[in-house]
């Protein structure tokens, strides 16, 4: 199906763990963008990609490393999780950089760390 | 840097009332475009208008509407005879011309509740 899909949408870890967050997108937009989602905070940047190998912090960057190997895909891993990273985490892509233009965001990934 | 302010954190009404939905943004860019997207609960974000700072006529779509002021920077969002499926988490967005300000910068969201 066209979209923008992540995965899994519920994830539940422990502290110190690896975890990953995927982030697919079928409409082969260049610029994909992570966002996390915390109560009295609404959503805040992590990383950006403007494109395949190409990627910048946004405002939250510290715990979380990103790779874009290819256009449509946009992981995020969380190398040693910590408490502090539970939220919700929401993927988004958009068809260029210009601030014009709208970003598609996908359904979300509700990530505990206990 | 830009900033978004939402100072309405929640706002409960009964079905039929009218409700609007503050925004009020700082940015130094001239050009700018400000967004709302809605978040209902089932949790994903759904895009409700673009307005680019150029632009300051109002506007309606059904029973939504949009009242743009550069004056007070101020972008505030209508809902005319709400509905309990407007019930939702709105969100009020800022996105400059260039560089980190290129970013969407979003406030924290106003949860607004619809009781029939």
Not at chain 1, 13 to 35: A, D, I, K, N, P
Not at chain 2, 20 to 38: I, N, P, Q, S
Not at chain 2, 105 to 116: A, Q
């Amino acid at each position: 199906d066209a979209g923008i899909t992540q995965s899994p949408r519920y994830k539940i870890t422990e502290t110190g763990r690896q975890v990953t967050l995927m982030c697919h997108q079928t409409w082969s937009h260049s610029y994909m963008f992570w966002y996390r989602q915390d109560l009295g905070h609404g959503l805040r940047l992590i990383y950006y990609s403007a494109a395949a190998d190409i990627t910048d912090k946004g405002e939250v960057p510290d715990g979380y490393v990103v790779s874009r190997s290819k256009t449509e895909n946009f992981p995020l891993t969380l190398e040693s999780a910590t408490r502090s990273q539970t939220s919700v985490y929401f993927c988004a892509s958009s068809a260029s950089g210009s601030s014009y233009n709208e970003q598609f965001f996908g359904p979300g990934t509700r990530l505990t760390v206990l | 840097a830009q900033k978004v302010t939402q100072a309405q954190t929640e706002i409960s009404v009964v079905e039929k009332e009218d409700v609007t939905l503050d925004c009020v943004y700082e940015t130094r860019d001239t050009t700018y475009y400000l967004f709302w997207y809605k978040q209902p609960p089932s949790g994903e974000l759904v895009f409700l208008i673009r307005r680019n700072s150029f632009d300051e006529q109002n506007e309606i779509s059904g029973r939504y509407s949009w009242n743009f002021q550069k004056s007070t920077s101020s972008f505030n969002f209508t809902i005319t005879a709400s509905q309990v499926v407007d019930s939702a988490v709105y969100f009020c967005a800022l996105s400059g011309r260039t560089g980190a300000n290129s970013k969407l910068t979003f406030g924290k969201g106003i949860t607004l509740s619809v009781r029939p």
